[in-house]
């Protein structure tokens, strides 16, 4: 299977804003709740958003207020606008379905909040 393709980090000041994007294989984007995740180093990979089929997101407490996930299925495509960023919000963030296949991670795209 193809694997999913995350764009849309980069380097930013904190409180500054980033919208990601991740374009998925169709069969996966189609059947599947689809989610973001990331991994700061030295950390263990958490979930940040997810969002089932029908659009009805669900995110972690500490982003809640601050990003918004979205989905355009006709698109195949998942997104993170990621608003008044953290340096805490450093990470390689990635999409992957819900609940994560082991078997379904792309590269991921950094996200590095600095001043």
């Known amino acids: 299977q193809v694997q999913p393709v995350e764009s849309g980090g980069g380097l930013v000041q904190p409180g500054g804003s980033l919208r990601l994007s991740c374009v998925a294989s169709?069969?996966?984007?189609?059947?599947?709740?689809m989610g973001w995740y990331r991994q700061a180093p030295g950390k263990q990979r958490e979930y940040v958003a997810t969002i089932t089929r029908d659009g009805i997101p669900n995110y972690q407490g500490f982003v809640k207020g601050r990003f918004t996930i979205s989905r355009v299925n006709a698109k195949n495509t998942l997104y993170l606008q990621m608003n008044s960023l953290k340096p805490e919000d450093t990470a390689v963030y990635y999409c992957?379905?819900?609940?994560?296949?082991?078997?379904?991670w792309g590269q991921g795209t950094q996200v590095t909040v600095s001043s």
């Open positions: 169709g069969s996966i984007f189609n059947d599947n709740a």
């Open positions: 992957n379905r819900v609940p994560p296949g082991n078997d379904y």
